[in-house]
C-alpha cells in the first residue's frame, strides 16, 4: 500500500550558516509536552520564514539543513540569505490539520498531521494528505529540520481510517518512525566559478563518485544526474570514481559512462557546456579512476 503513495518533499529548509543565538532549554520527549515543544519550534521556524528573517531562521533550523541546503543554494551560483524566502507563498498552517502522532526517538522527532495543506497557493479543495514535520535535538531544544507530504489518492483504506479518526498501520512503517540520530552536518563547499551537473551511466557495476571533498550515493544499474556540489572552478579540478562489478540487468553490457558540465549563468542562451567525457574500458573497469578536468 505504502509503495503506491506519492511523496512529496515540501518547504526544504536552511540555506545560510549563521550562528545560532539563543539560551538553552530543555526538550521535552513525551506526551504533550512533546507535542507543544515540537509545535512552538515549528511555529517559530515559519514566522522567521513568513518574517524573511535570517537569524530568527537560523536559530529555529537544524545545522545539517542550514549546511545542506546552503550548499546546494551556493553551488547553483544564487545568493543567499535572499534564496532561503524566495520560494512564494508560506510555509503550511497547521491550525487545520488532525495531529495523528507526535514521537520522538533519540535525538530525532516528529510531528504527523492529517487533512488539507493550508498556506502558501494551496486550492481550497485540496486533497487530503499526511504531512510530517521532522525535527532534530540540539543544544537541548528542538529544531525544525524539514517536512514530507503523502498524498493518500491510491490509498483508500488509509485514508478511510484517518476519516474514522483511526490510526493506520502505515504509521508503524519504517519512513514513519524518528531514526533516534541526525546525520552530521556536511562540510561547507566552495563557492564555484561556475555551476556544474554530471551524469553518470552505471551498468553492471555499482559506481561513486567523488569530488570537492563530497562524496556520492553509489549508482548500480541506473542513470543518475547530479547537481556538483562546489561547482566548478576555472582551471584544475578533478573527479574520482569508486567502482565494484555487480550482475547487469537482461545480459546488458556492463560500462561506466560520466559526463561533467559547466553551466555559465551569465550566458543564459547557451547550453551546457561538455567538460568531461569518460567511459570505461571494453575490457572491464577500474577499481578506482581519478580524472582531471580543466575548465576555461
Not at 502522532?101 to 481550497?124: D, M, P, Q, S
Not at 540540539?138 to 524539514?146: A, I, L, N, V
Request: charged content about 25%.
Amino acid at each position: 500500500m505504502a509503495a503506491d503513495m506519492t511523496h512529496r518533499t515540501l518547504f526544504l529548509t536552511g540555506w545560510l550558516c549563521l550562528t545560532l543565538a539563543g539560551g538553552t532549554v530543555v526538550a521535552q520527549q513525551e506526551g504533550p509536552a512533546l507535542e507543544a515543544a515540537l509545535s512552538k519550534a515549528y511555529a517559530s521556524w515559519r514566522e522567521a520564514m513568513i518574517q524573511k528573517n535570517p537569524q530568527a531562521w537560523a536559530g529555529a533550523i537544524t545545522a545539517f539543513r542550514q549546511t545542506t541546503i546552503r550548499n546546494e543554494i551556493v553551488s547553483n551560483k544564487e545568493n543567499f540569505p535572499a534564496a532561503v524566502f524566495a520560494a512564494p507563498g508560506e510555509p503550511p498552517n497547521t491550525d487545520g490539520m488532525r495531529l495523528v502522532e507526535a514521537e520522538a526517538k533519540g535525538t530525532t522527532a516528529h510531528l504527523v498531521y492529517f487533512g488539507k495543506i493550508e498556506g502558501g497557493k494551496e486550492a481550497a479543495d485540496a486533497n487530503e494528505v499526511l504531512m510530517k514535520l521532522k525535527f532534530g535535538l540540539e543544544g537541548g531544544r528542538w529544531r525544525y529540520d524539514s517536512a514530507r507530504v503523502t498524498d493518500l489518492d491510491s490509498s483508500p483504506e488509509v485514508l478511510k481510517a484517518l476519516r474514522e479518526g483511526k490510526k493506520p498501520d502505515l504509521l508503524d512503517a519504517p519512513e514513519f518512525t524518528p531514526p533516534g540520530k541526525m546525520p552530521p552536518a556536511p562540510p561547507l563547499c566552495r563557492v564555484p566559478d561556475f555551476k556544474g551537473g554530471l551524469k553518470l551511466q552505471s551498468t553492471g557495476y555499482e559506481t561513486q563518485v567523488l569530488m570537492n571533498g563530497f562524496t556520492y550515493d553509489p549508482v548500480e544499474n541506473s542513470l543518475d544526474q547530479q547537481l556538483v556540489l562546489g561547482g566548478l572552478v576555472a582551471g584544475q579540478n578533478e573527479v574520482s570514481l569508486r567502482i565494484r562489478p555487480v550482475a547487469s540487468p537482461d545480459g546488458q553490457k556492463p560500462v561506466v559512462r560520466l559526463r561533467l558540465y559547466k553551466i555559465d549563468l551569465t550566458k543564459p542562451e547557451q547550453p551546457a557546456i561538455e567538460v568531461l567525457r569518460w567511459e570505461s574500458p571494453a575490457t572491464g573497469a577500474p577499481k578506482e579512476v581519478t580524472l582531471p578536468v580543466i575548465v576555461r
